[in-house]
């Protein structure tokens, strides 16, 4: 269950919008969304005004925190 894997210190992340695997960006131009980086990309190519959506990187948690 997650409690456990949570008292067990297991790191978090929050899974890409695209494709449900470990998210490795937030777009702040998409309202905050968690992309992997190949969605990311794949994504924000199709559209100039896309392009100029700025990231931050997703930092893992512990315990859920």
Do not use: F, M
């Amino acid at each position: 269950p997650a409690s456990t894997a949570a008292a067990n210190g297991i790191l978090r992340v929050p899974p890409c919008h695209g494709c449900a695997k470990p998210a490795a960006v937030w777009c702040s131009g998409c309202e905050d969304t968690a992309y992997c980086q190949k969605c990311w990309r794949e994504i924000h190519s199709l559209l100039p005004e896309l392009r100029k959506h700025q990231v931050v990187r997703v930092q893992s948690t512990v315990n859920g925190r």
